[in-house]
Each structure stands twice: as structure tokens, then as C-alpha cells.
T-cell receptor
């Protein structure tokens, strides 16, 4: 079966702009989580959606938001981009919270 | 609250030598524990998981990990390192609410 698909793979944006990243989970998976990965901070949890509801949230400012659609696809939005938002953004899907997460290849966001 | 500590951000071994990557966790509930591997510019891939069955868990590519409740540890081992094992490894813990917490990662270097 198809894996987790994230689009786009690479993105370059300017400070102050906003960006939307997309994640299509594995068919049948209802939980989608987002992570930010940077060399300095490692892998940090952004939020998790389950059946269109945000179930868990990490410690990120309100500029970071997300949503999940009825088909479990999820989008993440970052507004008013800052240089420090440059990172690899990873999406992971799972059947339920206790099962292992399957990761996409990530979206590499560069803010200039 | 749950947390994961990976001891040693960098580990270097010779090809054919034993690999030992250390992970300690804290959790207020019986944990679900995972090891993931990440190759450059890729997402994370599950190596193995512990879900309260056997304490010695075998994963892919001859990796295994032993759950020791008394030591709150879940160290990852492989008897003989291969050059292709060079990557970053993450230990993670999940609670029964579906939230995963990842360690800071350990970069494994394999010398010829």
C-alpha cells in the first residue's frame, strides 16, 4: 500500500510569507502527527490530529496551525514566516495513537 | 509527563563491531517504546517496537532492544555493524493518549 505522502518536498519562502504543507496518510490511518526537525532542536512535536480533531499540541506559537479533513489528509500552515522556521517538517500517520508511526519523507522548508 | 533520554549524541563503531545505542525513558503509564532510523533527507523508519509483550524485541536488519523496567531503559543493539547502518537513530515513547515523545537522536558512524 502507498506510504505517507508529503507535498511539496522542497519549498523556499521569504520572511513574512505564509506556507501550507500537505500530508496524505496511509489509507485507513486516522491519526496524523506533525513534527519539526532542525539540527539545533532535534525532532519536536507540533500537533496531532485524529478524526479531524486536534488531540495533542506541542509548544509552538499560534503561527503554526493545522487541520485534518474527513479523508484524514492533513495540512499544516505557518504564517508570518521567520528565518528560524527553516526546517524539515515531517508528517506521520498511524492507525491509533498506540501503534507505530509511519513517516513521510518530509518537506524541507527554507525561509530566506 | 513522559520523556526520553538518549545517551550520547554521536556513537562511532568499526564495521563488524557491536552497536549499542542507549535510551532511557520516563512515563507515568506503561509505555509503548519504539526505535526509528533516519537516513539523510528521509523520514523516519520503524526499526522495532515494544508493546508490553516480550521484553526482548527483535527488529529489522538484526537490530534488537531489551525493555528493562527496573532500569527504565530500552537500549538498541546489533551484534555486527555494517557500513549501511550509518544513520541517525531515535528512541520514542508513546502514552495511551497517542502522544509520542522522541529523544534527541544518536548519530551512528561506522568506520571501515
Amino acid at each position: 500500500k502507498a506510504g505517507v505522502t508529503q507535498t511539496p518536498r522542497y519549498l523556499i519562502k521569504t520572511r513574512g510569507q505564509q506556507v501550507t504543507l500537505s500530508c496524505s496518510p496511509i489509507s485507513g490511518h486516522r491519526s496524523v502527527s506533525w513534527y519539526q526537525q532542525t539540527p539545533g532542536q532535534g525532532l519536536q512535536f507540533l500537533f496531532e490530529y485524529f478524526s479531524e480533531t486536534q488531540r495533542n499540541k506541542g509548544n509552538f506559537p499560534g503561527r503554526f496551525s493545522g487541520r485534518q479533513f474527513s479523508n484524514s489528509r492533513s495540512e499544516m500552515n505557518v504564517s508570518t514566516l521567520e528565518l528560524g522556521d527553516s526546517a524539515l517538517y515531517l508528517c506521520a500517520s498511524s492507525l491509533e495513537g498506540l501503534s507505530e508511526a509511519f513517516f513521510g519523507q518530509g518537506t524541507r522548508l527554507t525561509v530566506v | 509527563a513522559q520523556s526520553v533520554t538518549q545517551l550520547g549524541s554521536h556513537v562511532s563503531v568499526s564495521e563488524g563491531a557491536l552497536v549499542l545505542l542507549r535510551c532511557n525513558y520516563s512515563s507515568s503509564v506503561p509505555p509503548y517504546l519504539f526505535w526509528y532510523v533516519q537516513y539523510p533527507n528521509q523520514g523516519l523508519q520503524l526499526l522495532l517496537k515494544y508493546t508490553s509483550a516480550a521484553t526482548l524485541v527483535k527488529g529489522i536488519n538484526d537490530f534488537e532492544a531489551e525493555f528493562k523496567k527496573s532500569e527504565t531503559s530500552f537500549h538498541l543493539t546489533k551484534p555486527s555493524a555494517h557500513m549501511s547502518d550509518a544513520a541517525e537513530y531515535f528512541c520514542a515513547v508513546s502514552d495511551n493518549a497517542g502522544k509520542s515523545t522522541f529523544g534527541d537522536g544518536t548519530t551512528l558512524t561506522v568506520k571501515p
